[in-house]
């Protein structure tokens, strides 16, 4: 009986996979239905088969973003459920049950896609809810693991060093400096002005749109109704889950020194 059901199951997926996927997929589906089959109480032995077809694929496609238009292949929760036959969420709440059932979570070395798994998305977890794209997933994990490293740098030291570094240098700091750059970055607090609940930013000719931010009272030199806040870098550096932020632009008008979105990267991942 679990034998057929199980045979009868991976025609199906192969069918959708035929149509709409890959062969990475199929493979995908075809091996979730395996791993089903293995489990003491093989939980496709009630109910409708179409019901537990559509959930399988559609728990692959959530997995490796396959309701993402900006990735091939690409098809929707109504192309599952108009190919087997039943309710997108009947196949949505299917989904759900096989991924609690098997604990699989974003970045599943068993069950993602080579673009997944070279996304670096696994810091996600479980929470398929938050984001819907597999370049939101990649954000969302950055800043999870953000968030962790916040944790940890938590140091209020005095932005005495960095400072005497940047007069030192002339803001012209040489390739074998950066080291030791990044490390004053991450042990400094910030005065970031804020206006209307907004961060300060600037914009170069060019076009290039940075925060602002001033190591210190005596740097702060800009004026206007502004709020000020004092951040650690590190939390500072939430803002650049923003894509129209280019950069961070320490003292404007006197130690001037624009601070790219790869060097931050470099300083907070180190990479």
């Given at each position: 009986?679990?034998?057929?059901?199980?045979?009868?199951?991976?025609?199906?997926?192969?069918?959708?996979?035929?149509?709409y996927?890959?062969?990475?997929?199929m493979?995908l589906?075809i091996?979730?239905?395996?791993?089903l089959a293995r489990?003491h109480d093989?939980?496709f032995?009630?109910g409708?088969l179409?019901?537990?077809?559509g959930?399988?694929?559609y728990?692959?496609?959530?997995l490796?973003?396959?309701?993402d238009?900006s990735t091939?292949?690409?098809?929707?929760p109504?192309?599952i459920s108009?190919?087997?036959?039943?309710k997108?969420k009947?196949?949505?709440?299917k989904?759900r049950?096989?991924r609690?059932?098997?604990?699989?979570?974003?970045?599943?070395?068993e069950?993602?896609t080579?673009?997944?798994l070279?996304s670096?998305v696994?810091?996600?977890?479980?929470?398929?809810?938050?984001?819907?794209?597999?370049?939101g997933?990649?954000r969302?994990?950055?800043?999870?693991?953000l968030?962790?490293?916040?944790k940890?740098l938590?140091?209020?030291?005095?932005?005495?060093?960095l400072e005497?570094?940047i007069?030192?240098t002339?803001?012209?700091?040489d390739?074998d400096?950066l080291?030791v750059f990044?490390?004053?970055l991450?042990?400094?607090?910030f005065?970031?002005?804020?206006?209307?609940g907004?961060p300060v930013?600037?914009s170069?000719?060019?076009?290039?749109?940075?925060?602002?931010?001033?190591?210190?009272?005596e740097?702060y030199?800009l004026?206007?109704d502004?709020?000020?806040?004092?951040m650690k870098?590190?939390k500072?550096?939430?803002f650049f889950?923003?894509?129209?932020?280019?950069?961070?632009?320490?003292?404007?008008?006197?130690q001037?020194?624009f601070?790219?979105r790869?060097?931050?990267r470099e300083?907070i991942f180190?990479?």
């Open positions: 009986m679990v034998a057929e059901k199980k045979e009868k199951l991976i025609e199906m997926v192969k069918g959708f996979s035929n149509e996927l890959d062969e990475e997929y493979e589906n091996r979730l239905v395996e791993k489990k093989v939980p032995r009630r409708k179409e019901n537990w077809a959930g399988i694929v728990a692959i496609g959530q490796n973003f396959l309701f238009d091939e292949p690409y098809a929707t109504d192309d108009d190919y087997f036959g039943v997108k009947t196949a949505a709440n989904a049950d096989i609690k059932l098997l604990n699989l979570k974003l970045g599943d070395e069950f993602s080579e673009l997944v070279e670096d696994s810091r996600m977890g479980g929470n398929l809810s938050q984001v819907k794209t597999l370049h997933a990649q969302y994990s950055r800043l999870r693991e968030g962790d490293m916040m940890i938590n140091s209020q030291n005095p932005n005495d060093d005497k570094f007069d030192d002339k803001g012209n700091i390739h400096e080291p990044y490390e004053l991450r042990d400094s607090t005065i970031i002005p804020h206006h209307d907004y930013v600037i170069d000719q060019n076009g290039t749109t940075a925060i602002v931010a001033f190591t210190s009272e740097r030199n004026d206007g502004f709020k000020i806040r004092r870098f590190m500072a550096a939430l889950g923003d894509d129209s932020i280019e950069g961070l632009v320490l003292n404007p008008g006197s001037t020194l601070i790219s790869y060097m931050i300083v180190g990479r």
